[in-house]
């Protein structure tokens, strides 16, 4: 019996319904601080809201929450009033250029180990009810290894490494990879090239890491891409405008580009995939529950930081 047309749409409709859309979570994420993460999330999460996505972005970073400041956005609520019940998620949710919806997560994302069952769950809830509303959620975690951004990296699928040509951060890069594949699983990492200054310089700096994790790591590293030096991004910022905004025919705004259609093309890693926002904050919440009997661990395995000087760097 053939189906009719009617009901084939009826079909599709209602999965639709019941099957979430499934959701790229990508954290951005660097050893050394300054490297241009803020800039490379608000202007990848643009990108990707004019390919018709719809983008949330996170601004996670504990020390220096700035999204909104670069974006010249009021906030004045954060997740910690949605943790306390003050206000309801979609009340704090500021809606940034091309539709884009930013979280200001600041010191509410590391208060998740502290809440009881009830305030987790309505968490949960609360992002659950976005879930079915959004194609990729991005974060702009802080720089460094500290609890809140290995948890982050933990529960997105991909982990962008933002790096730029100076020794310390190449190094500070390679510590991130290093604690994040020996100590909390996390395995497969791209690496992005920032404020580079001729066309082989990205390259260079990716094959100078990636011959260091090959040969000391179990990990897995590809290229993201280069975004180059580019005056029209600070021109961009001082006018509290993402630089693929106000400057869409620039260098870096059409490296961003390029960048975010490269992103269209990684694979979902079937392990880490879970398409789900509400898994996210599980996932989240579990893991700081966990970060106390890991740090414990970790510390009694002298040396994680540490690595051999002659024979690794960082
Ligand atoms: N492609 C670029 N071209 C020119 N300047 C850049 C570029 N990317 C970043 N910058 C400069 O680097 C500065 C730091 O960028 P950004 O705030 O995005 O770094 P960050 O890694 O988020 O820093 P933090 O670790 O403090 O959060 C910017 O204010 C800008 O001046
Ligand atoms: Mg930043």
């Known amino acids: 019996m053939q189906l009719s047309d009617r009901a084939i749409d009826q079909a599709d409709n209602l999965r639709r319904i019941v099957e979430p859309k499934p959701l ?22 643009l990108s990707m809201a ?3 996505k719809e983008v949330l972005l996170l601004d996670a970073d504990l020390g220096m929450a700035n999204i909104d400041v670069l974006l010249g956005l009021n906030t004045e609520y954060d997740l910690s009033h949605v943790v ?21 997560a600041s010191s509410g994302i590391s208060k998740m180990a502290n809440l009881t069952s009830a305030e987790q769950a309505g968490l949960i809830n609360a992002f659950s009810e976005l879930g ?7 974060i702009d975690t802080g720089a460094g290894i500290s609890d809140t951004v290995v948890n982050f990296c933990k529960a997105s699928q991909d982990v962008i490494v933002v790096v730029h040509d100076e020794p310390a951060s190449i190094t500070d890069a390679y510590a991130f990879i290093k ?22 310089e990205g390259r260079n700096l990716f ?3 990636s011959k260091a994790t090959d040969r000391f790591l179990d990990v897995i590293l590809t290229f993201a891409g280069t975004v180059p030096f580019d005056e029209k991004l600070r021109k961009a910022i001082q006018h509290q405008r993402a630089v693929v905004e106000a400057f869409p025919r620039s260098p870096s705004a059409l490296a961003f ?12 890693d079937v392990s880490r995939s879970t398409g789900q ?21 970790d510390m009694t395995q002298s040396g994680m930081m540490q690595s051999t000087p002659q024979q690794e760097p960082g």
């Open 257 to 268: 580009k390029r960048i975010t259609r490269q992103i269209d093309s990684w694979e979902n």
């Open 277 to 297: 926002l509400k898994f996210f904050v599980e996932r989240m919440i579990q893991s700081d529950l966990l970060q106390s009997t890991m740090i414990q661990s």
């Open 179 to 200: 604690v994040m594949s020996r100590h909390h699983n996390v395995s497969r990492f791209h690496v992005l090239a920032n404020m580079t200054h001729d066309v082989h």
């Open 84 to 104: 306390s019940g003050e206000r309801t998620l979609e009340e704090i949710i500021v809606e940034g250029p091309s539709n884009i919806k930013i979280i200001p």
């Open 132 to 138: 079915n509303a959004v194609d990729v959620l991005i």
């Open 207 to 209: 094959k100078k890491l």
């Open 24 to 45: 790229k979570i990508i954290a951005i994420s660097s050893g050394k601080g300054g490297v241009g993460k803020t800039n490379v999330s608000i202007n990848l999460a």
């Open 50 to 52: 004019k390919q018709n």
